[in-house]
Nanobody
Framework: QVQLVESGGGLVRPGGSLRLSCVASGNRPNINPWAWYRQAPGKERELVAVIASDGLIDYADSVKGRFTVSRDNADGKSTMYLQMNNLNPGDTAVYYC?????WGQGTRVTVSS
């Protein structure tokens, strides 16, 4: 069983940056695929970025050029990151880490002046 825990959310002004982290623990060492989703108030959950099983990376059109997803394995932990730059109010949402049927609890990002 894999557990996913997100962190790094918060309040940021338009144009600012945040980096989200998702730490995986459990007995499945290779997390594939791995993705970030987000859900804004009153909207459906949407895919933001994905690292596919073959390593290919894709982004939602709305975040291309601003967000960067990456992963590493250090100190025995698998961690996925989402670097978010040039944030705007439209990026306000709860951001979730996902792999297959496993979801994290979410971390809230609020972009507001």
């Amino acid at each position: 069983q894999v557990q996913l825990v997100e962190s790094g959310g918060g309040l940021v002004r338009p144009g600012g940056s945040l980096r989200l982290s998702c730490v995986a623990s459990g007995n499945r060492p290779n997390i594939n695929p791995w993705a970030w989703y987000r859900q804004a108030p009153g909207k459906e959950r949407e895919l933001v970025a994905v690292i596919a099983s073959d390593g290919l990376i894709d982004y939602a059109d709305s975040v291309k050029g601003r967000f960067t997803v990456s992963r590493d394995n250090a100190d025995g932990k698998s961690t996925m990151y989402l670097q978010m730059n040039n944030l705007n109010p439209g990026d306000t949402a709860v951001y979730y880490c996902n792999s297959r049927q496993t979801w994290g609890q979410g971390t809230r990002v609020t972009v507001s002046s």
